[in-house]
């Protein structure tokens, strides 16, 4: 469509050629366009400052109650919140304001920790694939095919039954085929702008295969992998939950927010606040990452850029 | 067509083997026998039990006949219950598991599918924003928070339903909801993303010079495009219910394969857990398989050269 | 004369995020029966906006139409409500679109894509349609009708797409044809086939047409009459012959001008104010150059099939031909962004395919390249001053940012930039501009050897003439050597001292470039020349066609991998002759 775009406003300036311009006053990089865009959208700024205070509280949270995350009361169990203990204690008499905050501690980790491990081995294994292509891609894309076929909860659950269960381990099970949808992502990408004149232009100045990578490809193909990553952080802290609920979690007394409601099973229809605590945080935290990383989507989509 | 379906089955037959040799290695990474941990055993049962498991004989040989018996649909015996069979369990527990699954599978589509188209036709109007907020609740709350949750207001405090089993139809209703809000939240957004961009196509704008009226455009031209790529998520949507029924199962108190699933993971009931394992593996493949099939029945510009362009 | 439609004071807006803006600004035309109207203009001018608001195709919001009046048959067409305007599209207004490639429903059979028009509006039974739509396909020229009915879009090359819509838009033989931009997407031998079809199908059926374009030469050979549009206002409507001849507007006068035409003589280039340079050296060498794609499962795509020739020191040498036939591979081959399958390039002498990477990465500063899309070639995260002072960086031609601010500010001068937009991002500029920093960064390492890929294809007319003007200030200030390589042979003709013109990975033909137009010699430059429209009326009036059948003319690579398996010109066994001085024709060899 012709009719948009072409909007000379009043003080646009002509340059030397004569061709008339819309130069705005202010120059911006995509970067900052971006950035404005974002800001301008008030679910996902909202979320932002929503996840900026679960990640305070839960460093802080834990620090200015009196109580700590392990030790048993058993004078005190199964108590309603109160001035004390402000959301009540569990069926051992523990605080349950420390641990919901220790349990999201525990989720953020894992949820933040698995993303950061998926986007390392993601962008090189993709990068790989997609700046190389030919035969070195398809060998590669075929075995990260297979291996994406085989069902993922399966593999975790798998390799949590065999090996000592733990922080760790879940990470590293969570990424052991997490990391694919990042490389297909970064490979598509590379690919697609590999194509581009920009890249050609600078192979036909010399520039190195680094310089390529590094300055060319990778900063255009950052705007997908961020969202990406934003929404893969939900979806190792919801993984991680799952596994938590079916025993295979981190172990007691540590707590996750999965674990702390698959405990609060137990009782609950007697002691509900037990179970919604955890519940609320996260559901509040898989949801502010999810409209985080749709805002972020429509924010860097250069196609809505006008 | 053949060849395409021939390699696409390949696939999945080598998917199937890496999963089952990766089962059975992982279980014989875990340290000690699987029988040290019952403590009371005396040596002679316990040397009797590795006869009876073929334990005792060299990793390779129990690597194949392993591979044999599973071409043959044996998958051993269990470790905790010692006459029961692994195939007979899963046979026995199948069915449960199965209807819920189908019924979460047809609801999703179809309300995903409804939900998405009505966003896209009001798109940016308050029905528009409404669905996907809903759509966005549905994939933020997991699966078995919601679980408890309609349980605790529905059956607990309502009184609606039974709170636990799986005896008359009414029991269908909350697990069935459970398992099928993700996938309606995931399929409402691909429908809606996907009607919108087949909206603005050139070939819509074809279709309305030739003077054909919204309903037809609609019918003809804009949903059959629009709900292809929903296709491509009948797999992942399966696994996520397959997995989701695992606590789902548990949380209903309904005795289908996830609750079987579960008590062998607390158990330690290796060959059971390898039993489901691989019997789920089975499953969600095919289901791939399937798609895979579909997406080149419903979709004619894909080559069929054995690639979907990507 | 019966007047079909008449446009009266249209004046139509779009709401944006900027505030309104008004698209079409109080037009007025009209058009009669059996006549063809052109309206001309570039982009942003409203001539789209005009065609779609005649069909009510417009969605509104965000556009409103404003004011003014439009009748069609005696009938006003914005009285109509939405169903009564359903019965008029399709029936007596049909239209076709831009884009071939886009505009039929991918996943529904051709033949039912027509049938459903002549459903629609003719109450036909399903078996009365089919016999009506297979005639409709024999009529606009699709051979094998029975089977093309029964085939999905993917299956159609480019220009049958067009014809299929073309089918559609006269399935119910309406007495308007709008056709907005129909051959912009083709390549020049389908367009004139295109072309050739529609004047057909309206001697046939008698339809009146409106003819969308930024071609003038398209209307030339189309158009009775004229409507020219610039940014929402018709600034001069008139007969085709009267605006060609006698331009009243200056922004009539001014396309017209800007227009290089095939049939003028070339403009004799100015002398070089480099003195050392050396017209019968050649500065680069090209033998025997082979450049093959595996497209896997046996196919081999020739994309370059073993071509020689020198390009000579401070000339230009053009390249022309349709798309796929290797001309930007050979460009690409020739600067080693892509291995050769086989041949040499030599530059001043040496072999560049057998320099090592560091002698190689020193080479390129000799050899630079523009390239064809001024929004995809430059990095939209980088800002000016960084895109032109990358190579600077590489090959460590500055030593402190100071004095790479100040070569940057010196090229953005040289090209007719502000250099006080140094800092800007590529977003912030027009096409031409764009197109301006390309040659800006090309230059920053003082090359000898340009290779302008399709420089101009992405710009509009007046932009083209101030880009081409610049790069022959350019070539006569630095001595430089260029190889143009363009589908647009006006363009080449001007610009080029030889012209090579290439066919399936081959050259057919090439010598120089008055010689090339005034004497071509290979069948296929006589049927790319013949399908140039002119803008001139009386020489597209008179001027005999030499068509190739369709088949023959490669609309995408993969069609070119297939076809040149049948090779309709013998090529593959055939080697250039020199048959008079300069003059290279491809002969099959006996």
Request: with cysteine.
């Amino acid at each position: 469509m012709s009719a948009s775009g072409n909007n000379n406003n009043k003080n646009a300036t002509t340059d030397v050629v004569g061709e008339p311009i819309a130069l705005q006053q202010e120059s911006i990089s995509l970067w900052q366009d971006a950035w404005i865009r974002l800001k301008g959208n008030k679910v996902a700024m909202f979320s932002l400052g929503t996840l900026i205070v679960i990640i305070l509280a839960s460093i802080v949270g834990p620090m200015i109650s009196a109580f700590n995350y392990y030790s048993n009361d058993l004078m005190n169990t199964n108590k309603a919140p109160s001035s004390v203990h402000w959301f009540g204690t569990d069926n051992l008499g523990r605080d349950m304001w420390v641990r919901t905050w220790m349990g999201a501690r525990i989720s953020l980790i894992v949820g933040l920790a698995a993303a950061a491990i998926d986007l390392i081995i993601g962008i090189i294994y993709g990068g790989i694939m997609g700046y190389f292509g030919g035969r070195v891609d398809t060998i590669m894309n075929k075995f990260s095919e297979i291996l994406y076929s085989i069902p993922y909860l399966l593999v975790v659950i798998l390799l949590l039954v065999v090996f000592e269960p733990g922080l760790g381990t879940i990470i590293v099970a969570l990424t052991v085929t997490g990391w694919i949808t990042m490389s297909w992502i970064v490979r598509g990408e590379i690919m697609q702008l590999k194509s581009r004149d920009f890249v050609l232009a600078a192979r036909s100045m010399g520039a190195s295969a680094g310089r390529q990578l590094f300055k060319h490809l990778l900063p255009n193909a950052l705007g997908p992998i961020i969202v990406t990553v934003t929404l893969s952080v939900p979806s190792a802290i919801f993984s991680e939950a799952f596994l938590s609920f079916l025993g295979l979690g981190v172990q007691a007394p540590v707590a996750s927010l999965g674990s702390m409601i698959n405990d609060a099973l137990t009782g609950w229809n007697l002691y509900p606040w037990r179970m919604w605590f955890p519940a609320a945080l996260i559901c509040l935290t898989m949801l502010a990452f999810n409209l985080l990383g749709d805002g972020l989507r429509d924010a860097l989509d250069p196609k809505l850029r006008k | 067509m053949v060849r395409y379906i021939a390699s696409k089955f390949l696939y999945m037959l080598l998917s199937l083997f890496i999963l089952a040799s990766a089962t059975f290695f992982l279980m014989k990474a875990i340290p000690g026998n699987p029988f040290m941990s019952e403590k009371n055993v005396q040596p002679q049962i316990k040397e009797r039990l590795m006869e009876q498991y073929g334990l005792n004989k060299p990793i390779a040989e129990q690597y194949l006949q392993y591979l044999g018996n599973l071409v043959k649909g044996d998958l051993g015996i269990s470790m905790k219950y010692q006459n029961q069979e692994v195939s007979q369990r899963i046979a026995d527990t199948f069915s449960p598991s199965l209807q819920i699954g189908i019924f979460a599978i047809v609801i999703s589509i179809v309300v995903g599918i409804v939900l998405g188209l009505i966003a896209a036709l009001y798109h940016r109007k308050l029905i528009d924003n409404v669905a996907m907020i809903i759509a966005v609740l549905g994939i933020a709350v997991p699966s078995f928070v919601l679980a408890t949750l309609i349980q605790y207001i529905f059956a607990l405090k309502l009184g609606w339903f039974d709170v636990m089993g799986f005896n008359e139809p009414s029991d269908f209703v909350l697990p069935v909801i459970a398992l099928a809000v993700q996938p309606i939240a995931f399929i409402a957004r691909l429908t809606r993303s996907s009607m919108l961009e087949v909206l603005n196509a050139d070939y819509i704008k074809t279709a309305k010079a030739k003077g054909l009226n919204g309903f037809t455009i609609m019918t003809r031209h804009v949903v059959r495009n629009g709900i292809l790529p929903v296709v491509t998520y009948v797999g992942p949507m399966t696994a996520n219910i397959v997995t989701g029924s695992v606590v789902i199962e548990q949380i209903f108190g309904i005795g289908g394969i996830g609750r079987v699933f579960v008590d062998s993971i607390t158990n330690r009931d290796y060959t059971m857990i390898m039993g489901v394992t691989i019997f789920y593996g089975v499953l969600l493949m095919l289901a791939r398989f399937v798609t895979d099939i579909l997406y080149v029945l419903v979709d004619p510009r894909i080559k069929l050269s054995g690639r979907k362009g990507s | 004369m019966e007047k079909i439609l008449t446009v009266k004071n249209l004046s139509v807006s779009f709401q944006t995020r900027a505030g309104e803006f008004d698209a079409v600004k109080d037009v007025n035309f009209e058009i009669g029966k059996g006549e063809t109207l052109g309206i001309v203009g570039e982009s942003g001018s409203g001539k789209s906006v005009t065609a779609q608001t005649i069909m009510r195709l417009i969605p509104s919001p965000p556009s409103k139409i404003k004011s003014g009046e439009i009748e069609f048959l005696g009938q006003s067409l914005l009285a109509k409500t939405d169903k009564q305007m359903e019965a008029i599209r399709g029936k007596d207004i049909g239209m076709i679109f831009q884009d071939p490639m886009t505009s039929l429903n991918p996943t529904i059979k051709v033949g039912k894509q027509i049938t459903e028009v002549l459903r629609k509006h003719q109450n036909m039974s399903s078996s009365q349609a089919k016999e009506s739509a297979l005639e409709m396909l024999r009529l606009v020229g699709i051979k094998n009708s029975d089977v093309r009915f029964n085939q999905y879009p993917h299956q159609f090359s480019g220009g049958m797409r067009q014809r299929a819509m073309i089918a559609i838009a006269l399935a119910c033989r309406p007495s308007l044809l709008i056709a907005d931009e129909p051959t912009t997407a083709l390549d020049v031998t389908i367009q004139a086939q295109i072309l050739d079809l529609m004047k057909d199908m309206q001697q046939k059926l008698g339809t009146s047409i409106i003819l969308i374009t930024h071609d003038l030469g398209v209307v030339a050979g189309m158009c009775d009459r004229v409507v020219v549009m610039k940014e929402g206002d018709v600034v001069e409507t008139g007969t085709t012959a009267e605006i060609f001849k006698n331009p009243q507007h200056p922004y009539t006068q001014r396309l017209l001008n800007a227009l290089p035409r095939l049939d003028e003589p070339k403009k004799p280039k100015l002398a070089s104010a480099k003195l050392n340079l050396d017209p019968r050296k050649p500065l680069v060498e090209v033998k025997g150059l082979k450049q093959h794609f595996n497209l896997g499962k046996g196919n081999i795509l020739k994309a370059v099939n073993d071509i020689s020739f020198n390009i000579y020191e401070g000339e230009t040498l053009g390249v022309v031909g349709e798309s796929g036939c290797g001309k930007s591979t050979t460009g690409r081959t020739i600067l080693r962004l892509y291995e050769p399958t086989g041949g040499s390039v030599k530059f001043n002498g040496t072999d560049i395919y057998d320099l090592s990477p560091r002698k190689m990465k020193n080479m390129r500063k000799d050899m630079q390249m523009i390239f064809q899309d001024p929004y995809a070639s430059l990095n939209p995260r980088f800002n000016i001053m960084d895109i032109i002072g990358e190579s600077l960086d590489i090959h460590g031609l500055v030593n402190s940012r100071a004095e790479r601010k100040k070569r940057v500010e010196e090229l953005l001068d040289m090209v007719g930039l502000n250099p006080s937009h140094a800092l800007r991002y590529p977003h912030e500029f027009s096409g031409g501009q764009r197109q301006r920093i390309g040659i800006a960064r090309a230059l920053a390492v003082d090359p000898k050897f340009i290779i302008c890929d399709e420089p101009l294809s992405a710009l509009d007319v007046s932009i083209q003439a101030q880009i081409v003007k610049l790069l022959e200030e350019l070539q006569q200030r630095l001595g430089l050597t260029y190889l143009f390589i363009a589908h647009d042979l006006s363009m080449v003709k001007h610009i080029s001292d030889r012209v090579a013109v290439m066919y399936m990975g081959k050259i057919v033909e090439l010598a120089e470039s008055e010689e090339l137009y005034a004497n071509p010699l290979h069948p296929y430059t006589k049927t790319l020349l013949s399908a140039i429209p002119i803008p001139d009326p009386e020489v597209e009036a008179n001027k005999r066609r030499i068509l190739l059948p369709e088949e023959h003319l490669a609309a995408s690579q993969e069609a070119a991998a297939t076809l040149a398996a049948k090779d309709p010109f013998n090529l593959e066994n055939s080697q250039l002759i020199e048959v008079s001085e300069g003059h290279w024709v491809s002969q099959p060899s006996a």
